[in-house]
């Protein structure tokens, strides 16, 4: 078989369906600029080129528009006003507006399909439909495996098995959700096996070639364990610890290159897999044994925040895989919108390097400001009290003093850093970021994966 050609720097790593959505695209495309379509036409960006794809991604985006509708209109009348809050906060979310519409790519469109296929699961009644939606979603990104586990373990307890008695097995319902899958699948993935394609397929999609950090870190934990690594190549010599010589270049290398550690241990992706498993077990279990929509959707959550943090090569912009599920979360009572006020600061603010110019400077900053002031105070009015007003984690006391710490970070990142060491230490600032948004990350994942262990019986928006 004659391998695959890398016509790009860029890996081509979507599953078939989006490459669907993409050859629909092009139909229009070759009206407007016919030389974009051109394979080997690489960095071509004319004026009609770069107008088509700001409106492609705006057009849509009406799936998400869609789902939202959706959502708010099949919600409960005493959630209504809550769901009304949730959806608007997705809609105009900067994430959207800083990946989408300004970095370019497609988010819009798929999360559109990840409410609306949550949606569906809020009833028994639409259930299957739910799990066709996600297949679907996992068919044009498989950056949603991360939440799979939640979607297996519910569907297992919900639909498959008697609400009665888990070892009662409703077979005609396991048939039409196994058949159903097996067409998604099977559309999305025959003709690669009948074309003897599909090793070349799985291969692009799963790129353990890659290393553990992507270019710029993630907030995740491999990006406090890479800071960790490089204050230890200062103190290392003092304290009698080994460094590798050929790793004290090894930030990380980029696009597709690996990363080493200069002090600590190496991360194998195997190691990735098991903490990310391992962490997701507490909330499936609770998810098993008390199959609800408000369990489910927490759960959810929390497998995407798990697969965030201790995933192989994550990218910053899977951040919104946690924040726009957590919205929907966050008003379900105090204690879990305490849990999402650092999730929304450092999740917003880990894609700020993503937009670099001086002329993004200012719309990114402004309008993410004008986001967290507008919704964390409206939710905050409209979030209802615990039905346990005892404070079960630390992050009540401290995400004041954390989202404060947010006006430093980004002036020294964006401004001050420039004015005092100008070109030098370029990846400066983006350690910090990246560490402060961490930090931020992993204390919210905390704060959601306790209140969610002590109060399994919440009300989902």
């Not at 850093?417 to 994942?445: D, I, K, N, Q």
Request: aromatic fraction near 16%; include cysteine; charged fraction near 10%.
């Amino acid at each position: 078989m004659t391998p695959p050609k890398d016509r790009s720097q860029w890996t081509l790593d979507y599953p078939p369906f989006f490459a669907y959505f993409e050859w629909i695209l092009s139909q229009a495309a070759r009206y407007v600029d016919p030389q974009m379509l051109a394979v080997d036409n690489l960095e071509y960006s004319s004026f009609e080129t770069v107008l088509f794809q700001r409106a492609s991604v705006i057009v849509s985006e009406l799936v998400l528009v869609f789902a939202l509708h959706y959502y708010v209109k099949h919600s409960s009348a005493s959630t209504k006003g809550l769901s009304h809050a949730a959806a608007l906060s997705i809609l105009l979310s900067p994430g959207l507006l800083i990946i989408d519409h300004i970095h370019f790519q497609y988010n819009g469109f798929l999360y559109g399909f990840l409410i609306l296929s949550l949606s569906l699961a809020r009833k028994q009644s639409t259930l299957l439909y739910s799990g066709i939606v996600f297949a679907v979603l996992l068919c044009l990104k498989h950056i949603y495996l991360y939440l799979a586990p939640a979607y297996f373990v519910y569907l297992l307890r919900a639909y498959c098995l008697s609400p009665k008695s888990m070892f009662s097995i409703r077979s005609v319902n396991c048939f039409k959700l196994a058949g159903s899958l097996a067409a998604v699948f099977g559309v999305a993935f025959g003709p690669f096996v009948y074309l003897g394609q599909l090793d070349q397929v799985i291969t692009r999609l799963f790129p353990f070639s890659r290393g553990l950090c992507h270019a710029y870190w993630a907030p995740n934990v491999w990006a406090l364990y890479s800071f960790a690594d490089r204050i230890l190549i200062y103190v290392a010599p003092r304290v009698g610890l080994a460094v590798k010589q050929e790793a004290l270049q090894s930030v990380t290398r980029g696009l597709i290159g690996d990363s080493s550690f200069a002090v600590l241990p190496e991360i194998t992706p195997q190691t990735t897999f098991i903490l990310t498993l391992a962490s997701q077990v507490p909330a499936l279990l609770v998810l098993f044994f008390n199959p609800n929509y408000p369990t489910f959707l927490t759960t959810l959550t929390l497998s995407a925040y798990s697969s965030f943090l201790f995933g192989w090569h994550v990218h910053e912009k899977a951040i919104l895989l946690i924040l726009l599920p957590a919205s929907l979360l966050a008003l379900q009572n105090r204690r879990y919108l305490t849990a999402y006020r650092p999730l929304a600061v450092a999740g917003h603010v880990s894609l700020f390097p993503l937009l670099f110019t001086n002329a993004e400077f200012p719309i990114k900053t402004a309008y993410t400001i004008f986001w967290l002031v507008l919704f964390l105070y409206v939710f905050n009015q409209l979030a209802p009290a615990a039905e346990r007003t005892k404070r079960v984690f630390f992050l009540d006391r401290i995400s004041g003093v954390y989202i404060a710490a947010a006006i430093g970070v980004t002036a020294y990142a964006e401004i001050v850093h420039g004015f005092v060491w100008g070109e030098r230490y370029e990846f400066l600032p983006l350690m910090f970021t990246s560490t402060y948004c961490a930090l931020g990350v992993v204390g919210s994942w905390i704060g959601f994966l306790l209140v969610f262990l002590r109060d399994k019986h919440a009300k989902a928006v």
